[in-house]
Nanobody, 120 residues
Framework: QVQLVESGGGLVQPGGSLRLSCAASGSRFTMYAMGWYRQAPGKERELVAT???????NYADSVKGRFTISRDNAKNTVYLQMNSLKPDDTALYYCNARRQYANFDINIAWGQGTQVTVSS
């Protein structure tokens, strides 16, 4: 069973930066598409960014140009570099792993979440 452990959250001022990390257990990390999602209080969980097993990224419009997702397969880790942070980015950030097939995805695991708070 795959376990995902996020780290790197915290309190940052508007305009600041944070880098989130998500370490995955097991030996099949290279098979997984990885993603970052977030959930703010009173709102539904939303996609932030994903990266395919081949390394192709995809971003929500709200974070394009500010956030960068990357993966290090040698370390079984996916990162989310967040720059120019805004108060609206405040949320609990979750890491996700899934297997992607031609016509469907299979969810593999969710992390426990790491809190990001953007406030002055």
């Amino acid at each position: 069973q795959v376990q995902l452990v996020e780290s790197g959250g915290g309190l940052v001022q508007p305009g600041g930066s944070l880098r989130l990390s998500c370490a995955a257990s097991g030996s099949r990390f290279t098979m997984y598409a990885m993603g970052w999602y977030r959930q703010a209080p009173g709102k539904e969980r939303e996609l932030v960014a994903t990266i395919t097993s081949g390394g192709d990224p995809n971003y929500a419009d709200s974070v394009k140009g500010r956030f960068t997702i990357s993966r290090d397969n040698a370390k079984n880790t996916v990162y989310l570099q967040m720059n120019s942070l805004k108060p609206d980015d405040t949320a609990l950030y979750y890491c996700n792993a899934r297997r992607q097939y031609a016509n469907f995805d299979i969810n593999i695991a969710w992390g426990q979440g790491t809190q990001v708070t953007v406030s002055s």
